[in-house]
């Protein structure tokens, strides 16, 4: 194993340290946790439940309850009108075990996988775990953080095994449609972690399936359905794939849970509603949040698109992202991501995210001027 090569989740480092203050009568807010402040809508919990009194608390197939996969199938055809098959679908306790799943099967020893820098820290964890090689494309935050095709090119080689794209982004908050094309057409295995898709505010996120049939997607319910809890997610991948990636999930987890996956298929079916008022909320925080940071100094050159985060550069006020998280967390009981988390080269950076009430993130942004004395 290669354990010495698997980073410290900072975010997490923050949020302990976040509640330990709490512990002791602090008014923290949290602007650091990539997790929807809402509850998961009643009808995804009343479905939920009536399965578990009907019973359903076993194992499920390895690879997921068949009326959830064909929920997925339909689900992928209404969106984005592509045609999967069920059989391409595998129903997973999270898209943390999908992604361990899939880098297992797919990686080994000294290949390479390209991915954007900057990026979710699990991706580069998952990579050197398998004892391959992280190999990053940068971008660049005065281009709205846009994946540039030729830079990514130059990336590909014979080790290069796999691609990771990730629109809308952790931690950019960007919608990048317009690469896709492209993208498809590299010589190259494509791994799109699509899971914040449905949170988008004036643009609709397209799917890499769109562009490329034989593509790996990995999807989740924690951030669309607020269900981060929940622990359900699924991979469509290329159905050649699939034995081998059902003989590995049948030892490491057997099955997701029966009365999540049946929480799964109120999700899909019945939420849309639900799904459209959280975005609605979100997105006025996101304008309020953008707007604010900006008039405090912060450097946030094209507004975000997508997710329910804020990567904006803080070279303003300090460049070491870490110091300055802890010093704003110490100062002003507000808890923010450094982006040494998602990449050495964002140092100068803080992540805000958006998943808490206008109320507390107004408050935040007082707190936040008081402190700078603006
Ligand atoms: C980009 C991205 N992928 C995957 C995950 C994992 O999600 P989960 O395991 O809750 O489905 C997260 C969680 O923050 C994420 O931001």
């Not at 203050?21 to 929807?36: S, Y």
């Not at 794939?241 to 987890?253: A, D, E």
């Not at 110091?323 to 050495?344: C, M, R, W």
């Amino acid at each position: 194993m290669n354990l010495d090569k698997i980073k410290p989740f900072l975010v997490m480092e923050i949020l302990e340290k976040a509640q330990e203050m709490q512990r002791t009568g602090k008014n923290v807010i949290h602007l650091e946790v990539g997790e929807p402040d809402f509850d998961t809508p009643k009808c995804i919990v009343n479905s939920t439940i009536e399965a578990l009194r009907e019973g359903k608390t076993k194992y499920t197939h390895s690879l997921g309850l068949i009326e959830l996969k064909k929920a997925i199938v339909e689900y992928y055809y209404q969106e984005y009108q592509v045609e999967i098959l069920p059989e391409q679908v595998i129903v997973t306790s999270g898209t943390s075990p999908a992604l361990f799943l899939l880098f297992t099967m797919l990686l080994e020893k000294d290949d390479e996988v390209i991915l954007p820098d900057p990026y979710y820290p699990c991706y580069p964890n998952f990579i050197n775990l398998m004892k391959a090689t992280p190999v990053y494309y940068k971008l660049k935050e005065r281009e709205g953080y846009t994946y540039d095709i030729d830079s990514i090119r130059r990336l590909i080689n014979k080790k290069s095994k796999a691609l990771i794209i990730n629109s809308p982004s952790n931690p950019t908050g960007m919608v990048n449609n317009n690469i896709l094309k492209d993208l498809a057409d590299l010589d190259i295995h494509i791994v799109s972690d699509e899971i914040y898709h449905g949170l988008t505010y004036g643009i609709k996120a397209k799917s890499i399936l769109e562009y490329k049939k034989d593509a790996f997607v990995l999807n989740g319910f924690s951030k669309k359905y607020a269900m981060t809890g929940w622990r359900l997610g699924y991979l469509i991948v290329p159905q050649k794939y699939v034995r081998s990636l059902q003989t590995l999930s049948q030892s490491l987890f057997i099955s997701a849970n029966e009365f999540v996956q049946y929480g799964g298929i109120s999700a899909l079916k019945l939420a849309q509603e639900d799904v459209n008022k959280m975005v609605e909320i979100y997105n006025r925080r996101r304008i309020y949040l953008v707007n604010s940071l900006r008039k405090l100094g912060f450097i946030i050159s094209k507004e975000p698109n997508g997710a329910f985060y804020v990567l904006a550069d803080s070279r303003n006020f300090n460049i070491d992202s870490f110091k300055f998280a802890y010093e704003i967390l110490d100062n002003t009981h507000v808890a923010v991501t450094p982006g040494v988390d998602f990449s050495e080269t964002s140092n100068n950076f803080i992540r805000f995210s958006y998943a808490n009430s206008i109320e507390n993130i107004q408050e935040a942004i007082e707190r936040l001027r008081h402190y700078f004395r603006i």
